[in-house]
Nanobody, 115 residues
Framework: QVQLVESGGGLVQAGGSLRLSCAAS????????MAWYRQAPGKQRELVAV???????NYADSVKERFTISRDDAKNTVYLQMNNLKPEDTAVYYCNAKLGISSKWGQGTQVTVSS
């Protein structure tokens, strides 16, 4: 059974930093493209960042230069380093593992940025 467990969310002041982690089990981690999505209240879920199996990264324009996604295949873990956080970054952040047509989600972790 695939499990994606996010951690590292919390409450932070604007300008602060957080590091999210997503620990995966029940899948061949190194074969999956890994991504972070977020969903703010009343809004659709949106892609924040993705790291492919080859290590290529891509970011939403709103987080470029502030967020960094990385993966550690030895630990089956993907990270999202978030710097210079803004109130508009407030959302539930979800981890996603994608392999072909298979797409698995974690339960999400809340990030709240106060102004």
């Amino acid at each position: 059974q695939v499990q994606l467990v996010e951690s590292g969310g919390g409450l932070v002041q604007a300008g602060g930093s957080l590091r999210l982690s997503c620990a995966a089990s029940g899948l061949i981690f190194s074969l999956n493209d890994m991504a972070w999505y977020r969903q703010a209240p009343g809004k659709q879920r949106e892609l924040v960042a993705v790291v492919t199996v080859r290590g290529r990264t891509n970011y939403a324009d709103s987080v470029k230069e502030r967020f960094t996604i990385s993966r550690d295949d030895a630990k089956n873990t993907v990270y999202l380093q978030m710097n210079n956080l803004k109130p508009e970054d407030t959302a539930v952040y979800y981890c996603n593992a994608k392999l072909g047509i298979s797409s698995k989600w974690g339960q999400g972790t809340q990030v709240t940025v106060s102004s």
